[in-house]
């Protein structure tokens, strides 16, 4: 498995909801994906498994077998990315880990910096290979 799939594997445990089958789900069928563009109404009572849906057009149409189906999820934002790690972001897409250190005034903590790695802010995904290894070392996975 490549540090990208681990990664994204950490991130959709991490965030159940990345995982629901709801409008903008990946999901495959069969060999091919597709992207659930569509609001599950309710399970067709005439073919168990299948499931009224209406898309954005209004169509109505339904999902054939969906519980054979594998949900890939929702894509994983930026946003969801940071949502795991204790750390900041700044303007250029940089982003420090930071473990907390020990309290050594009033309003002031001994910060340390523990690990750098970029993200695409174009993409909201870490930028190279070696910044989805990084964020693995940071996440123990």
């Given at each position: 498995m490549t540090e990208q799939l681990k990664a994204e594997k950490f991130v959709r445990e991490a965030i159940p909801e990345l995982m629901e089958l709801s409008f903008g789900c990946r999901v495959k069928y069969g060999t091919s994906y597709t992207t659930v563009w569509q609001v599950l109404l309710a399970e067709n009572s005439k073919e168990p498994n299948?499931?009224?849906?209406?898309d954005v057009r209004g169509a109505s149409n339904y999902l054939r077998d969906i519980q054979s189906s594998e949900i890939i999820g929702h894509p994983i934002q930026l946003n969801d990315w940071l949502a795991v790690l204790d750390g900041q972001l700044d303007t250029c897409g940089k982003f420090y880990v930071i473990k907390r250190g020990e309290r050594i005034g009033e309003d002031e903590t001994e910060d340390e910096v523990v690990?750098?790695?970029?993200?695409?802010?174009?993409?909201?995904?870490?930028?190279?290979?070696?910044?989805?290894?990084?964020?693995?070392?940071?996440?123990s996975v």
């Open positions: 299948h499931y009224n849906t209406v690990a750098i790695f970029n993200f695409n802010l174009t993409t909201g995904q870490p930028a190279t290979q070696a910044d989805f290894k990084a964020f693995n070392d940071i996440v």
